[in-house]
């Protein structure tokens, strides 16, 4: 019995601590190659948009490669939430592109 209680505080702590290294700052980044992303205004709507939501690191777009570069908490907002935004401005997505972004820091000793 008191193997099981030795074997499951191990697990226990090597759980907590794999839960502890993922940190909260890492961020996905999305590619989106949209249609309609054809005027300045489009453009400014989108943006106050998707800065007004929480999660949002980043939002960049070009009108010259109709394309919007997300950086954001993938917790905090899904691929269906921003085809929503998009589908509100009269846009929709062509495609997405997502990767992690992972958040190294390197200790100094």
Do not use: P
């Not at 090597?14 to 489009?42: C, M, P, W, Y």
């Amino acid at each position: 019995m008191r193997k099981l209680g030795g074997i499951l505080l191990v697990i226990s702590l090597f759980a907590v601590f794999v839960a502890g290294s993922r940190s909260s700052n890492d961020l996905t980044q999305a590619v989106i190659k949209v249609t309609n992303l054809n005027s300045a205004e489009t453009q400014r709507h989108l943006l106050k948009e998707f800065d007004s939501l929480d999660g949002i690191s980043s939002c960049e777009m070009s009108l010259l490669t109709k394309t919007i570069t997300l950086r954001y908490n993938d917790r905090s907002l899904s691929k269906q939430q921003i085809s929503d935004i998009l589908k509100k401005w009269d846009c929709s997505a062509m495609q997405f592109s997502f990767s992690k972004l992972v958040n190294c820091q390197s200790e100094k000793m």
